[in-house]
Protein backbone atom coordinates (compact mmCIF):
# COMPACT_ATOMS: atom_id res chain seq x y z
CA UNK A 1 0.00 0.00 0.00
CA UNK A 2 1.22 3.63 -1.08
CA UNK A 3 -0.17 5.86 1.43
CA UNK A 4 -0.17 9.97 0.58
CA UNK A 5 -0.49 12.32 3.67
CA UNK A 6 -1.59 15.58 4.61
CA UNK A 7 -3.26 18.44 2.71
CA UNK A 8 -1.62 17.79 -0.30
CA UNK A 9 -3.04 14.52 -1.01
CA UNK A 10 -5.58 14.92 -3.15
CA UNK A 11 -3.26 16.96 -5.75
CA UNK A 12 -0.34 14.79 -5.98
CA UNK A 13 -3.11 11.49 -6.18
CA UNK A 14 -4.61 13.52 -9.76
CA UNK A 15 -0.99 13.47 -10.94
CA UNK A 16 -0.05 9.77 -10.18
CA UNK A 17 -3.54 8.44 -11.04
CA UNK A 18 -6.17 7.99 -14.23
CA UNK A 19 -9.43 6.56 -14.17
CA UNK A 20 -9.92 3.02 -15.57
CA UNK A 21 -11.02 4.46 -18.97
CA UNK A 22 -7.83 6.83 -18.85
CA UNK A 23 -9.34 10.03 -18.39
CA UNK A 24 -8.58 12.33 -15.29
CA UNK A 25 -9.11 10.98 -12.27
CA UNK A 26 -11.59 12.94 -9.93
CA UNK A 27 -10.05 13.86 -6.47
CA UNK A 28 -10.97 14.33 -3.62
CA UNK A 29 -13.09 11.14 -3.10
CA UNK A 30 -15.66 10.24 -0.61
CA UNK A 31 -15.00 6.87 1.70
CA UNK A 32 -15.83 4.41 -1.35
CA UNK A 33 -12.84 2.39 -2.82
CA UNK A 34 -12.22 3.15 -6.63
CA UNK A 35 -10.46 1.97 -9.35
CA UNK A 36 -7.42 3.38 -10.80
CA UNK A 37 -4.45 3.77 -13.39
CA UNK A 38 -1.11 4.20 -11.72
CA UNK A 39 0.90 6.49 -14.46
CA UNK A 40 4.52 8.13 -14.38
CA UNK A 41 5.81 9.52 -17.39
CA UNK A 42 2.64 8.37 -19.09
CA UNK A 43 3.51 5.15 -18.73
CA UNK A 44 1.00 2.67 -17.10
CA UNK A 45 2.05 1.25 -14.17
CA UNK A 46 -0.36 -0.90 -12.20
CA UNK A 47 -4.16 -1.07 -11.86
CA UNK A 48 -4.42 0.22 -8.20
CA UNK A 49 -7.81 0.54 -5.73
CA UNK A 50 -7.60 3.98 -4.20
CA UNK A 51 -9.04 4.51 -0.42
CA UNK A 52 -9.38 8.30 0.61
CA UNK A 53 -9.89 8.43 4.66
CA UNK A 54 -10.39 12.30 5.52
CA UNK A 55 -10.39 11.47 9.16
CA UNK A 56 -6.79 10.87 8.89
CA UNK A 57 -6.08 13.01 6.24
CA UNK A 58 -4.55 9.62 4.37
CA UNK A 59 -5.17 8.76 0.88
CA UNK A 60 -4.00 4.74 0.54
CA UNK A 61 -3.43 3.52 -3.00
CA UNK A 62 -3.57 -0.26 -3.03
CA UNK A 63 -1.24 -2.16 -5.76
CA UNK A 64 0.72 -5.05 -6.77
CA UNK A 65 3.85 -4.67 -5.14
CA UNK A 66 6.46 -5.86 -7.15
CA UNK A 67 9.94 -4.98 -7.08
CA UNK A 68 10.16 -3.50 -10.06
CA UNK A 69 7.41 -1.18 -9.28
CA UNK A 70 8.52 -0.13 -6.04
CA UNK A 71 11.86 0.78 -7.67
CA UNK A 72 10.17 3.26 -9.89
CA UNK A 73 8.12 4.51 -6.84
CA UNK A 74 11.26 5.46 -4.95
CA UNK A 75 12.94 7.12 -8.20
CA UNK A 76 9.86 9.87 -8.39
CA UNK A 77 8.81 10.00 -5.19
CA UNK A 78 9.96 10.14 -1.21
CA UNK A 79 8.92 7.40 0.22
CA UNK A 80 9.27 5.96 3.87
CA UNK A 81 9.43 2.37 3.81
CA UNK A 82 7.40 0.58 6.37
CA UNK A 83 9.76 -1.62 8.75
CA UNK A 84 8.10 -4.49 9.71
CA UNK A 85 9.44 -6.91 12.51
CA UNK A 86 10.00 -10.90 11.55
CA UNK A 87 6.77 -11.47 12.98
CA UNK A 88 4.93 -9.06 10.74
CA UNK A 89 7.11 -9.94 7.94
CA UNK A 90 6.18 -13.86 8.33
CA UNK A 91 2.77 -13.30 8.41
CA UNK A 92 2.95 -11.19 5.13
CA UNK A 93 5.15 -13.72 3.19
CA UNK A 94 3.28 -17.30 5.10
CA UNK A 95 3.10 -19.89 2.41
CA UNK A 96 1.16 -22.55 5.00
CA UNK A 97 -1.42 -21.66 7.85
CA UNK A 98 0.81 -23.25 10.50
CA UNK A 99 3.29 -20.29 9.61
CA UNK A 100 0.34 -17.97 9.98
CA UNK A 101 -0.15 -19.23 13.43
CA UNK A 102 3.35 -18.96 14.66
CA UNK A 103 3.33 -15.64 13.16
CA UNK A 104 0.13 -14.32 14.87
CA UNK A 105 1.70 -16.34 18.35
CA UNK A 106 4.77 -14.36 18.18
CA UNK A 107 2.67 -10.58 17.90
CA UNK A 108 1.02 -11.42 20.64
CA UNK A 109 4.24 -11.87 23.28
CA UNK A 110 6.76 -9.62 21.13
CA UNK A 111 10.46 -10.64 21.29
CA UNK A 112 12.02 -7.30 22.68
CA UNK A 113 9.61 -7.67 25.31
CA UNK A 114 11.01 -11.18 26.09
CA UNK A 115 14.35 -10.13 26.08
CA UNK A 116 13.41 -6.87 28.22
CA UNK A 117 11.56 -9.03 30.99
CA UNK A 118 15.28 -11.66 31.23
CA UNK A 119 16.71 -8.37 33.32
CA UNK A 120 14.84 -8.77 36.49
CA UNK A 121 15.14 -12.22 36.45
CA UNK A 122 16.91 -14.42 39.00
CA UNK A 123 20.20 -16.22 37.16
CA UNK A 124 18.17 -19.89 37.92
CA UNK A 125 14.87 -18.37 36.04
CA UNK A 126 16.88 -16.35 33.73
CA UNK A 127 18.86 -19.26 32.27
CA UNK A 128 15.77 -21.41 31.87
CA UNK A 129 13.92 -18.96 29.96
CA UNK A 130 16.95 -18.04 27.95
CA UNK A 131 17.08 -22.48 27.09
CA UNK A 132 13.78 -23.40 26.70
CA UNK A 133 13.58 -19.81 24.41
CA UNK A 134 16.84 -21.41 22.29
CA UNK A 135 15.05 -24.57 21.69
CA UNK A 136 11.39 -22.91 20.46
CA UNK A 137 14.02 -20.64 18.27
CA UNK A 138 14.91 -24.07 16.70
CA UNK A 139 11.71 -24.85 15.23
CA UNK A 140 10.71 -21.40 15.08
CA UNK A 141 13.30 -20.47 12.59
CA UNK A 142 12.70 -23.41 10.64
CA UNK A 143 8.99 -22.16 10.13
CA UNK A 144 10.45 -18.52 9.06
CA UNK A 145 13.36 -19.03 7.02
CA UNK A 146 12.80 -21.63 3.96
CA UNK A 147 15.39 -24.98 3.90
CA UNK A 148 17.85 -24.98 0.79
CA UNK A 149 16.38 -28.74 -0.65
CA UNK A 150 18.61 -29.63 -3.47
CA UNK A 151 17.10 -32.40 -5.79
CA UNK A 152 20.16 -34.59 -7.08
CA UNK A 153 21.09 -38.05 -8.35
CA UNK A 154 21.58 -39.51 -11.77
CA UNK A 155 20.05 -38.45 -14.53
CA UNK A 156 16.93 -39.77 -15.29
CA UNK A 157 16.51 -40.73 -11.52
CA UNK A 158 12.83 -38.98 -11.68
CA UNK A 159 14.46 -35.73 -10.12
CA UNK A 160 12.36 -33.11 -12.46
CA UNK A 161 8.87 -35.24 -12.09
CA UNK A 162 9.25 -35.35 -8.69
CA UNK A 163 9.78 -31.77 -8.17
CA UNK A 164 6.73 -30.82 -10.76
CA UNK A 165 4.32 -33.14 -8.03
CA UNK A 166 5.65 -31.22 -5.35
CA UNK A 167 5.41 -27.57 -6.17
CA UNK A 168 1.91 -28.97 -8.24
CA UNK A 169 2.97 -27.23 -11.33
CA UNK A 170 5.09 -28.22 -14.20
CA UNK A 171 8.34 -26.09 -13.47
CA UNK A 172 10.99 -28.14 -14.67
CA UNK A 173 10.34 -29.93 -18.28
CA UNK A 174 10.74 -33.67 -18.03
CA UNK A 175 10.86 -36.57 -20.65
CA UNK A 176 12.68 -39.73 -21.55
CA UNK A 177 16.07 -38.04 -22.45
CA UNK A 178 18.82 -37.43 -20.65
CA UNK A 179 20.39 -33.99 -19.62
CA UNK A 180 16.90 -32.00 -20.12
CA UNK A 181 17.15 -30.13 -17.27
CA UNK A 182 20.32 -27.63 -17.79
CA UNK A 183 20.12 -24.61 -15.34
CA UNK A 184 19.06 -25.08 -11.72
CA UNK A 185 14.93 -24.53 -10.81
CA UNK A 186 14.28 -23.13 -7.67
CA UNK A 187 10.76 -22.11 -6.43
CA UNK A 188 9.50 -22.40 -3.20
CA UNK A 189 7.05 -24.30 -1.30
CA UNK A 190 6.52 -26.04 2.13
CA UNK A 191 6.19 -29.19 3.50
CA UNK A 192 4.24 -30.39 6.80
CA UNK A 193 4.48 -26.89 7.56
CA UNK A 194 7.85 -25.90 6.71
CA UNK A 195 8.77 -24.10 4.10
CA UNK A 196 11.62 -24.62 1.59
CA UNK A 197 13.56 -23.68 -1.46
CA UNK A 198 13.27 -26.96 -3.88
CA UNK A 199 16.56 -26.87 -6.18
CA UNK A 200 16.39 -29.16 -9.36
CA UNK A 201 19.40 -29.94 -10.90
CA UNK A 202 21.44 -31.15 -13.86
CA UNK A 203 21.70 -35.33 -13.26
CA UNK A 204 24.81 -37.08 -12.43
CA UNK A 205 26.12 -38.98 -15.95
CA UNK A 206 27.77 -39.41 -19.12
CA UNK A 207 28.20 -35.15 -20.27
CA UNK A 208 28.07 -35.43 -23.98
CA UNK A 209 28.68 -31.80 -24.54
CA UNK A 210 30.06 -29.00 -22.88
CA UNK A 211 27.06 -27.35 -21.94
CA UNK A 212 26.34 -31.02 -19.91
CA UNK A 213 29.52 -30.36 -18.50
CA UNK A 214 28.40 -26.92 -17.68
CA UNK A 215 24.77 -27.72 -16.12
CA UNK A 216 26.76 -30.66 -13.79
CA UNK A 217 29.10 -27.99 -12.62
CA UNK A 218 26.22 -25.24 -11.67
CA UNK A 219 24.39 -28.54 -9.76
CA UNK A 220 27.52 -29.26 -7.72
CA UNK A 221 27.79 -25.78 -6.67
CA UNK A 222 23.93 -25.60 -5.68
CA UNK A 223 24.86 -29.30 -3.80
CA UNK A 224 27.60 -26.97 -1.96
CA UNK A 225 25.70 -24.66 -0.80
CA UNK A 226 22.28 -26.61 -0.13
CA UNK A 227 20.90 -27.06 3.47
CA UNK A 228 19.49 -30.72 2.51
CA UNK A 229 20.00 -33.19 -0.33
CA UNK A 230 16.88 -34.86 -1.66
CA UNK A 231 19.07 -37.66 -3.34
CA UNK A 232 16.74 -39.70 -6.18
CA UNK A 233 18.29 -43.15 -6.63
CA UNK A 234 16.31 -45.30 -9.77
CA UNK A 235 15.28 -48.16 -7.71
CA UNK A 236 14.94 -50.21 -11.24
CA UNK A 237 18.65 -50.14 -11.16
CA UNK A 238 21.57 -50.71 -8.73
CA UNK A 239 22.85 -47.93 -6.71
CA UNK A 240 26.04 -46.49 -8.50
CA UNK A 241 29.47 -45.37 -7.27
CA UNK A 242 27.91 -41.72 -7.91
CA UNK A 243 24.80 -42.12 -5.94
CA UNK A 244 26.77 -43.48 -2.84
CA UNK A 245 29.59 -40.11 -3.49
CA UNK A 246 26.08 -37.75 -3.19
CA UNK A 247 24.56 -39.32 -0.04
CA UNK A 248 26.31 -36.73 2.12
CA UNK A 249 24.24 -36.15 5.05
CA UNK A 250 21.82 -34.36 5.81
CA UNK A 251 20.00 -36.66 2.97
CA UNK A 252 16.80 -37.68 2.50
CA UNK A 253 17.65 -40.51 -0.28
CA UNK A 254 14.70 -41.44 -1.93
CA UNK A 255 14.24 -44.49 -4.04
CA UNK A 256 12.47 -43.83 -7.04
CA UNK A 257 10.35 -45.46 -9.89
CA UNK A 258 8.63 -48.13 -7.84
CA UNK A 259 6.33 -48.86 -10.13
CA UNK A 260 9.19 -50.81 -12.34
CA UNK A 261 10.86 -53.80 -11.31
CA UNK A 262 13.01 -53.61 -8.62
CA UNK A 263 16.73 -54.49 -8.98
CA UNK A 264 18.60 -55.69 -5.36
CA UNK A 265 19.17 -53.04 -3.03
CA UNK A 266 22.32 -53.42 -1.13
CA UNK A 267 21.67 -53.51 2.87
CA UNK A 268 24.20 -50.80 3.70
CA UNK A 269 22.67 -48.15 1.36
CA UNK A 270 19.04 -47.83 3.00
CA UNK A 271 17.00 -45.66 1.43
CA UNK A 272 14.04 -43.26 3.92
CA UNK A 273 11.26 -43.80 1.12
CA UNK A 274 10.31 -45.94 -2.00
CA UNK A 275 8.36 -43.73 -4.21
CA UNK A 276 6.60 -43.44 -7.83
CA UNK A 277 5.71 -40.50 -8.96
CA UNK A 278 3.81 -42.13 -11.55
CA UNK A 279 1.38 -44.01 -9.21
CA UNK A 280 1.33 -41.52 -6.40
CA UNK A 281 -0.50 -38.49 -6.30
CA UNK A 282 1.33 -35.19 -5.63
CA UNK A 283 -0.23 -34.66 -2.32
CA UNK A 284 0.83 -37.97 -1.05
CA UNK A 285 4.22 -36.91 -2.05
CA UNK A 286 4.01 -34.10 -0.53
CA UNK A 287 2.55 -35.72 2.80
CA UNK A 288 5.20 -38.95 2.69
CA UNK A 289 8.51 -36.72 2.11
CA UNK A 290 7.28 -33.97 4.07
CA UNK A 291 7.17 -36.44 6.95
CA UNK A 292 10.26 -37.86 6.08
CA UNK A 293 11.84 -34.45 6.62
CA UNK A 294 10.54 -33.63 9.64
CA UNK A 295 11.98 -36.86 11.05
CA UNK A 296 15.34 -35.99 9.22
CA UNK A 297 15.67 -32.54 10.33
CA UNK A 298 14.32 -33.55 14.46
CA UNK A 299 11.77 -30.80 14.12
CA UNK A 300 8.44 -30.42 15.69
CA UNK A 301 4.86 -30.86 13.96
CA UNK A 302 4.44 -27.32 12.32
CA UNK A 303 2.65 -24.58 14.49
CA UNK A 304 2.71 -22.43 17.22
CA UNK A 305 6.13 -22.98 19.55
CA UNK A 306 4.50 -22.22 23.01
CA UNK A 307 6.18 -19.02 24.01
CA UNK A 308 8.93 -16.47 22.42
CA UNK A 309 11.14 -17.38 20.07
CA UNK A 310 13.42 -15.47 17.25
CA UNK A 311 12.45 -15.66 14.21
CA UNK A 312 15.34 -13.86 12.36
CA UNK A 313 19.48 -14.43 12.41
CA UNK A 314 19.70 -10.84 14.42
CA UNK A 315 16.80 -11.76 17.31
CA UNK A 316 18.71 -15.14 17.14
CA UNK A 317 21.89 -13.47 17.67
CA UNK A 318 20.64 -11.33 20.60
CA UNK A 319 19.65 -14.53 22.25
CA UNK A 320 22.90 -15.82 22.22
CA UNK A 321 24.00 -12.49 23.68
CA UNK A 322 22.20 -12.75 26.84
Known amino acids: MLALRGEGRHELARALLRSPKAGPFRAPLDSM ?16 LVLDRPESRQLEIHLHASDALLSVLRQHLEIDTLQLSPAESLLCQALDGAQVELALEQLAQPWSAFLAGLAGSSPEQRSREIAAARERSRAAMAMAQPARLVLCGAQNAGKSTLMNRLLASPRSLTGAFAGLTRDPVRDQTCLSGYPYLLVDTAGEGPAQTEIDRR ?89 PVGGPAALSREELTELAEE
Open 215 to 303: AQGLGRRELAEGDIRLLLVDGSCQPSREDRALAIPPCLLLRSKGDLIAAHWPEDFSAHLEISARDQSASELRVLIGASLLQLRSLPPAG
Open 33 to 48: PRLAQLVIDDELLDQV
